[in-house]
């Protein structure tokens, strides 16, 4: 039986055969921060450090029966969307979340292309992303080239980043988390922008091949953060803190874009 005190993350996204994104890097990333991770995987991949080889869609009554099933034995604190690779998943998902209690919060991290740049969301289905998904979610997290897409605006610098953020705001999203890790600038900045406040979160940025997987790992952290009842601002904070850390002391895995070490909790500094 589970430990009712135990926050419950339900993740939606695809399997990552390599293991350091999607649904495994997911499941690490919730239980090295103390949740209890459950999964509904919506692709699988064959893919590794060097990219992404094939993508083969679940259907989408094998991905509403995942989810259904979770929710009405084990339930859910708090939900993160990874991967949703077509127009029809997208909607399958959103029709499903409309329906679910809507105390339970939901990251979404709006993935478009895989680290080797393999476009993982089918075209034309960004706009059904953006106005079937995205205002059923309590905080999106795009990095720069996915928040361009959101607004067709172009981001060059800080000041791009937190004006693009509040025009996502504007489009009917409740919070946006701005990942800036595209910019060519000494310092990492990540800026929280809700409906009345905008808040910064930077850090030396560590230049590396080794971060395959760190979009998935910060809105997972961020999930787990929210459903341990953790303030929205604090589990930024922490999800932040555990990235960069994880970053810092990536096991160099593979022949390209290594994974995190999702473990870091275990490393003293």
Do not use: W
């Not at 459950?38 to 993508?55: D, E, F, K, M, Y």
């Not at 998902?93 to 740049?117: C, R, T, Y």
């Not at 693009?164 to 890790?181: H, W």
């Amino acid at each position: 039986m589970i430990n009712k005190k135990l926050a419950r993350i339900m993740t939606i996204a695809g399997s990552d055969s390599g293991g350091g994104a999607g649904i495994q890097g997911d499941i690490k990333t919730i239980t090295a921060l103390g949740g209890f991770a459950t999964s509904a995987i919506t692709a699988i991949t064959a893919q590794n450090t060097l990219g992404v080889n094939n993508i083969l869609n679940i259907p989408l009554k094998m991905i509403e029966d995942q989810i259904l099933a979770i929710l009405d034995d084990i339930g859910a604190d708090a939900i993160k969307i990874g991967m949703l690779s077509n127009k029809n998943i997208i909607i399958c998902i959103a029709n499903l979340l409309s329906k679910i209690n809507k105390n339970i919060p939901i990251v979404l991290d709006p993935v478009m292309v895989a680290k080797g740049g393999h476009k993982l969301l089918d075209s034309g289905a960004e706009e059904t992303l953006i106005k079937k998904l995205m205002p059923l979610c309590s905080i999106i997290t795009p990095n720069i080239p996915e928040a361009e897409v959101i607004t067709g605006k172009k981001i060059n610098n800080i000041k791009d980043l937190e004006a693009t953020g509040k025009m996502i705001i504007k489009m009917g999203i409740n919070n946006v988390l701005m990942k800036g890790g595209h910019l060519k600038e000494s310092t990492l900045t990540d800026i929280l922008i809700t409906k009345n406040k905008v808040k910064y979160f930077q850090n030396d940025k560590i230049i590396t091949k080794n971060s395959h997987g760190t979009g998935c790992a910060l809105s997972s952290a961020i999930a787990c953060g929210m459903g341990q009842k953790m303030s929205l601002n604090f589990a930024v904070k922490r999800a932040h803190a555990f990235v960069n850390k994880s970053i810092k002391y990536a096991p160099n895995i593979g022949k390209g874009n290594g994974p995190l070490n999702h473990l870091i909790n275990n490393i003293k500094n």
